[in-house]
């Protein structure tokens, strides 16, 4: 028998973009910061300034498996300075700006990027894993059941989503076939 498995990297880089359809506000919140210091050196400044002791929010690149989950650790973990430097921003200068400020005036903004660290914080480490030339195949299949495990035990609307999601993108794509008959 052979076994045959389509990329589980690739699966669980679909779990995350799941979960991110999940909280567009948290989605809005992090592009706007990221245009705000993308397209601005003295507001790159003005962070480093402001809170010289802590590096610059990352930037998630969509297409790049687990950014995104890491963005929103960053900002679960220095909520308050990125919200201090928001608001120290004139209004005037740019369209994004005003747009992060009115979200950091949601106040389950905080709660919400705390939710995704605490349930879905062992995604992107499993997708670097899972990037690893050397991982062997049933490691590999190990750490998906390990985080598959940990979403599971998420008791909410969404928790039961993602978990249905993994199992989709990742168990149903393992098949064991039987090798082909030579003629």
């Not at 989605?27 to 802590?54: M, Q, T, W, Y």
């Not at 650790?73 to 430097?85: A, I």
């Not at 195949?137 to 059941?145: M, T």
Request: proline residues 5%; neutral net charge.
């Amino acid at each position: 028998n052979m076994v045959h498995i389509t990329c589980l990297a690739h699966g669980l880089h679909r779990v995350a973009e799941d979960v991110r359809s999940y909280f567009p506000q948290v989605d809005a919140h992090i592009s706007n910061v990221k245009k705000i210091l993308v397209k601005s050196p003295s507001c790159r400044e003005h962070f480093k300034a402001l809170a010289p002791g802590i590096p610059l929010p990352p930037q998630p690149i969509i297409t790049r498996w687990g950014t995104w989950l890491e963005a929103c650790f960053y900002f679960c973990e220095h909520f308050q300075t990125v919200k201090s430097f928001v608001n120290s921003l004139s209004t005037e200068d740019a369209r994004a700006i005003r747009t992060a400020q009115e979200v950091f005036k949601d106040d389950e903004m905080e709660g919400k990027l705390a939710y995704i660290k605490t349930n879905f914080g062992s995604l992107p480490s499993a997708i670097d894993r899972l990037q690893e030339r050397s991982i062997a195949l049933g490691n590999s299949i190990a750490l998906v059941k390990d985080v598959q495990e940990k979403l599971d035990s998420v008791v909410d609307d969404i928790g039961e989503k993602v978990s249905l999601k993994i199992l989709e993108v990742c168990w149903t794509r393992i098949q064991v076939t039987k090798p082909c008959a030579q003629s």
